[in-house]
């Protein structure tokens, strides 16, 4: 039996890779960069990296919000401030957002039957400003977003930071449901509890780390959910 639910925010509710190639594509224009396919698709793959780094423990989340535009810049050839094209960057993509297909109706079905939390790693003032505008703050019991807890997924130290903050929480009636293996699942895992991996376009997995469950679209957890509650 299921009672609470920890949901990713980031291409697992809110569309995210769109998301970033808008407020990306905004603030590299004003740097006077070219905001090509070939450089927005570089730095998405640059980010993710750094971010996957960070996950690892080998660098710092200022060091990941600079890092990956040095990176760029660098492949680029151009002299531009990483800090400038961070801000700039992160002030477009608070502004707005994008639903993942199913989200809001998924959360509006399950709200009423499960303790719904929201467990992200992206930076705080962002994370609660694209979650305002979505207007889907009410569904969640709270929020842990990494910046405010003081640690990132997949660190068990999250993990227990969250569950510490619950009332009565049970690993034996939790779920993890996110889209990143090495982050979501890989952290589920370690603190001990169910995970889902979100796997849209047919995603490879990882043999060494397999979630308990798989679901291709969100409207697919109801099926899972009730499959363990039965």
Known sequence: MIKTIFFDLDDTLLDFTRAERAALTRALTELDVPATD???SRYHELNRQQWELLEEGKLT???VLTRRFDLL??????????????????GHLAQGHFFIPGAPELLAALAPRYDLYLASNGAAAVQHSRLDSAGIKPY???IFIS???GFDKPSPAFFEAAFAAIPGFSRETALMVGDSLTSDIR????AGIRTCWFAPHGRPGRP?????YRVTELGQLAEVLEKIDN
């Open 38 to 40: 070939a450089v927005l």
């Open 61 to 63: 989340r200022p060091q």
């Open 73 to 90: 810049f660098a492949e680029l050839g151009l002299r531009r401030s990483s800090q400038e094209a961070c801000g700039r960057y992160e």
């Open 140 to 142: 969640f019991k709270d």
């Open 147 to 149: 910046e405010t807890v």
């Open 187 to 190: 952290g589920g895992h370690n």
């Open 208 to 212: 060494d780390i397999v979630p308990d």
